[in-house]
């Protein structure tokens, strides 16, 4: 008996202690309902001032979401490199912003609730609506809409119907899939990539390949084996994604100026009977330009994010290579000055004559270079009364960089070119931010891309137009008075770069990006231009920038940029092409 009843005792123990415990337990919870409710009862102070704080921070939480992905964006499309967002894309970072938001919402809401006693869903409505206004701005539909409202608005002196001769480069582009072509010519990425001036050998065009594309930079040089050159040609010709267009600088910008500038062109450069037939009827060909075979180059294109071996593309982009006896001596510069001189006894006078093609001249000796360059100059100061415009391109060799430097630039009105371009340009020639200028550049510096223009204008007195163009945004660089149009020129060149490089006549905001910098300067910070240098911020709705330096004004656009790209080739002669278009020198 005893044993039982101290059982029943032991019993009896364990379950007041539980009792006890579950009674304390609840009695905690309770406590703690009862404290926050307490705290936070409807329409108490406490919950009116909760609810004010959780209304003034959740829009600072949704800008901040928002500022997070236009980072996102801007890293995806400069380079594809995502490291410093764990990896993230601008897509996933939106999927877990909005669920952050909502939640925010929903707490948001309940606050509210608390403060006023609102049971309907109407701040976290409110708060989800405003979560889809924070992340899915418009930015590119206003950018779109106020670039082409510029880009009409061009002054009565500007001809509707302008004459260009154009010269001195043309081919025929063998375009392929750089991959592609890489697995049939059984090649991998180069361990040790690097630039080449000229591509003299398999392993050169493998590792300056490797270097282009693995920073997704545009490069064109020149081959010197012919025998190994038609052999890459004979592959190519035999790919899935072979096709031929028009090539060559000069030719690429006569078909944009008849097809969609409305302009009478005079194309003075060596013509096959396979190009004839690609270029618009519009063009004019002198009968020298008329030669019994074309001259073909390869173009290599590859897609953003495309892979070969271990190297992946940053953007879409295209590397070219040629063995271009004709162009590579700039034999049409010949027969310029004749066909501008012959334009104007036809009561044709050109508004302006277009010199493009220098870049050829990398295949050649120094004083074939020279030789050449002379020549081109002869040739520009015989034209009467036109604007002058030499179009850059691609070109690694210094040498030849600054001899068209120090023999040609001083003998034109206006260029043409992009960051790489202009960088060489620069550094060649001593100009400023040499520590900037002497490395590959993937996404250039607003400041100092202005900087570089302001020296270039101020050192080339004759030079009174630059139109820069890169990825992101185009510069437009003009001395006072000298040309009209200038915003309409820029804006009329940065819709022509978006729809051409997705291939269509009507573009869609929705199929482009806009990863221009949210906030820039004008200048690099120094003693000088003090307003200049101050950071200032980009607004989608008003994207167009102008500014006065010395005796030069300046316009800054942004680039829609395409996110799935289907033209590289002939991007930046359109651009050229589409600004002189829109614009009227006075001499």
């Known amino acids: 008996m005893r044993r039982v009843t101290a059982q029943g005792s032991l019993h009896a123990m364990d379950s007041r202690n539980n009792t006890a415990t579950r009674s304390k337990t609840g009695s905690s919870r309770a406590w703690a309902r009862g404290s926050f409710s307490g705290v936070l009862k409807r329409g108490s102070p406490a919950a009116m001032q909760w609810s004010t704080i959780a209304a003034a921070a959740w829009p600072a939480m949704a800008m901040s979401c928002a500022s997070i992905l236009d980072r996102l964006q801007q890293d995806h499309s400069f380079n594809g490199r995502r490291e410093q967002f764990g990896g993230w894309s601008r897509e996933r970072g939106s999927f877990f912003c909005f669920l952050f938001l909502c939640g925010g919402a929903m707490l948001t809401d309940w606050f509210f609730k608390m403060a006023v006693g609102v049971k309907t869903k109407l701040a976290a409505a409110i708060s ?155 063009i004019t060909l002198p009968n020298a330009s008329l030669v019994a075979q074309d001259e073909v180059h390869l173009i290599l294109e590859y897609a953003k994010n495309e892979k070969w071996g271990h190297i992946q593309a940053g953007r879409a982009n295209r590397f070219i290579f040629s063995h271009d006896d004709t162009n590579a001596a700039m034999r049409p510069v010949d027969w310029l000055s004749s066909a501008a001189c012959h334009a104007s006894e036809e009561s044709d006078t050109p508004d302006t004559v277009v010199v493009a093609g220098m870049h050829m001249l990398e295949g050649q000796t120094a004083a074939i270079r020279e030789q050449r360059v002379e020549a081109l100059r002869d040739a520009i100061a015989a034209i009467p009364r036109a604007a002058i415009h030499a179009e850059l391109a691609s070109i690694a060799d210094t040498t030849l960089i600054s001899l068209l430097h120090r023999r040609l630039l001083d003998s034109v009105d206006s260029i043409g070119l992009n960051e790489q371009e202009l960088f060489a340009l620069s550094h060649a020639a001593n100009g400023p931010h040499m ?51 200038p915003v309409a020129a820029a804006s009329r060149a940065s819709i022509v770069a978006s729809e051409r490089a997705c291939d269509t006549h009507a573009l869609n905001a929705d199929n482009v990006d806009l990863p221009i910098a949210r906030s820039f300067r004008l200048h690099v910070p120094d003693d000088t231009e003090r307003e200049l240098s101050t950071k200032r911020a980009f607004d989608p709705s008003d994207p167009i920038l102008t500014w006065h330096r010395d005796d030069y004004v300046f316009v800054l656009v942004p680039v829609l940029v395409c996110r799935s790209p289907v033209k590289t080739v002939g991007l930046g002669d359109a651009i050229s092409a589409a600004g002189l278009a829109r614009m009227h020198f006075r001499p």
């Open 435 to 485: 520590s900037i200028t002497s490395k590959p550049v993937t996404v250039p510096q607003i400041a100092v891309v202005a900087d570089i223009l302001h020296w270039l204008l101020s050192s080339l007195p004759r030079l009174s137009r630059i139109h820069f163009h890169s990825l992101t945004f185009h510069i437009m660089a003009v001395r006072r008075g000298a040309w009209s149009d």
């Open 128 to 282: 989800v609506a405003l979560a889809f206004a924070f992340l899915n701005v418009p930015s590119a539909t206003q950018t779109l809409r106020a670039l082409r409202e510029a880009a009409s608005q061009t002054s009565p002196e500007t001809p509707q119907q302008q004459r260009f001769v154009v010269g001195v480069n043309a081919a025929v582009d063998l375009i392929v899939s750089a991959t592609e072509l890489m697995r049939a010519l059984e090649m991998s990425p180069s361990p040790t990539p690097q630039d080449h001036a000229q591509l003299n050998t398999p392993e050169a065009l493998r590792e300056c390949l490797t270097h282009h594309m693995s920073l997704g930079i545009a490069g064109e040089r020149w081959m010197g084996d012919i025998a190994y050159f038609q052999y890459v040609v004979s592959v190519a010709m035999k790919l899935k994604s072979a096709q031929f267009s028009i090539g060559g600088n000069a030719a690429l910008m006569s078909q944009h100026l008849v097809a969609k500038e409305n302009a009478k062109v005079s194309l003075v450069a060596a013509v096959g009977p396979r190009l004839r037939q690609y270029l618009p009827a519009g």
